[in-house]
């Protein structure tokens, strides 16, 4: 069927797109390498995509929320954002928009192309993401794991480029009513219970409260609110696949090791800076 008349040759109870024309609505084609797409012209209200952004985000909490620590030169540094439900949740209310997603495979990686198409400016934007196909999940089932590394890498495309495409001013909105609702979760459970409650989500990932005290470098009696909130976005990287658990908590002796690489980098670092100031007296 020709696609230019699909919309004539609809009978009119199943078309929708006959009743919006009937409603006086303007519809406008898009049609690209990736997709064909129908768009309603709509002008798009801001303050009303903020309303329901923010809406969304206090109703999700914890589920648009992520975080952790990655090593950095200078100690460990906070990670946090948007998870994918809050990327589409914001695709959705921005709308006119389409997020087509593609990929190549190699033998031990897959490479996602994701678009941001923006129907009513114009706007596009694309961003690739390689996602290795072998990564430790924690399963016994190899094939099962290689289909859940395959959403993972999908999903996480899919959010980085609507993610980047969208305005700041947006998305960061959206974080911050995501972790105050974090937040005030947290402080209705009590410190106690939000504590046990997350030594025991981890102890099902196989990670032991030893761990998470090198992790967040405190032991358990002295977690308060605010280590709460980083173990609860880790909870929702494992929750959602964007992390594995020993991506997020390594063991206990990888970790050890990694200290001491570091004291011995710095020690390296001292003596040829001390070497070469001894030098520079001498001249």
């Known amino acids: 069927m020709n696609t230019e008349n699909a919309l004539e040759i609809l009978p009119k109870e199943l078309s929708p797109a006959s009743e919006l024309i009937a409603g006086g609505n303007a519809l406008r084609k898009i049609q690209t390498e990736f997709t064909t797409a129908v768009a309603v012209q709509k002008p798009r209200d801001r303050r009303a995509v903020i309303n329901a952004c923010e809406e969304e985000a206090a109703i999700a909490g914890d589920e648009f929320y992520y975080s952790w620590t ?3 030169k200078d100690g460990p540094k906070l990670v946090e954002g948007l998870s994918i439900q809050a ?3 914001a695709a959705r209310n921005w709308g006119n928009c389409a997020i087509p997603c593609f990929y190549e495979e190699s033998a031990n990686s897959y490479t996602f192309t994701a678009t941001f198409l923006d129907m009513e400016t114009g706007f596009n934007l694309q961003r690739t993401y390689k996602q290795r196909k072998k990564p430790n999940i924690g399963m016994k089932d190899q094939d099962r794991a290689e289909d859940i590394v395959f959403q993972i890498g999908q999903s996480k495309a ?3 480029v609507i993610l980047n495409a969208l305005p700041s001013w947006l998305t960061s909105k959206m974080l911050a009513k995501a972790k105050e609702e974090v937040i005030t979760k947290i402080k209705k459970m009590g410190v106690p219970v939000a504590k046990e409650k997350a030594v025991s989500f981890f102890k099902k990932y196989g990670v032991g409260v030893d761990r998470i005290e090198t992790k967040i470098n405190k032991k358990y009696i002295g977690w308060n609110e605010e280590d709460l909130v980083l173990l609860q976005g880790a909870m929702n990287s494992l929750l959602t696949g964007q992390e594995s658990a020993d991506s997020l908590f390594p063991a206990v002796m990888e970790s050890i090791v990694d ?4 004291s011995a980098n710095g020690i390296v670092e001292s003596t040829t800076a001390l070497s070469a100031e ?6």
């Open 70 to 72: 990655v090593k950095s």
């Open 87 to 89: 990327g589409l949740a």
């Open 158 to 160: 899919i959010r980085n």
């Open 259 to 262: 200290k001491i690489k570091n």
């Open 278 to 283: 001894g030098k520079g007296e001498d001249r």
